[in-house]
């Protein structure tokens, strides 16, 4: 069993940054597909970025250039790196493994992960 616990969220002015942070343990990270999914209250959830076991990533297209995924293997922990915050950018921010190695035009599908952490809220205001 893989668990994840999100850190690093909070409130922040627009314009600023934040590092989300996911920790996992039961399996080593380097055997795991990763991803951040973010929801805000009636949306569905919403593919952010994912990272694959070796390493190439996939961002959703509104977010390239402002958003970075990272991983640490020997730490166990996968990053998001969030500059230029925008207010449409509050939500509630998952981190979700798999165990198998997908390919690039499933990363997005939240169906393709089996394991989810609790989230943290991440929110943009003045």
């Known amino acids: 069993q893989v668990q994840l616990l999100e850190s690093g969220g909070g409130l922040v002015q627009p314009g600023g940054s934040l590092r989300l942070s996911c920790t996992t343990s039961?399996?080593?990270?380097?055997?795991?597909?990763m991803a951040w999914f973010r929801q805000t209250p009636g949306k569905n959830r919403e593919f952010v970025a994912a990272i694959k076991r070796v390493g190439g990533t996939s961002y959703a297209n509104s977010l390239k250039g402002r958003f970075t995924i990272s991983r640490d293997n020997a730490k166990n922990t996968l990053y998001l790196q969030m500059n230029n915050l925008k207010p449409e950018d509050t939500a509630v921010y998952y981190c979700a493994a798999s165990p198998r190695g997908l390919i690039t035009a499933s990363l997005a599908g939240d169906q393709q992960y089996e394991y989810w952490g609790q989230g943290t809220q991440v929110t943009v205001t003045s």
């Open positions: 039961g399996r080593a990270l380097s055997s795991l597909t």
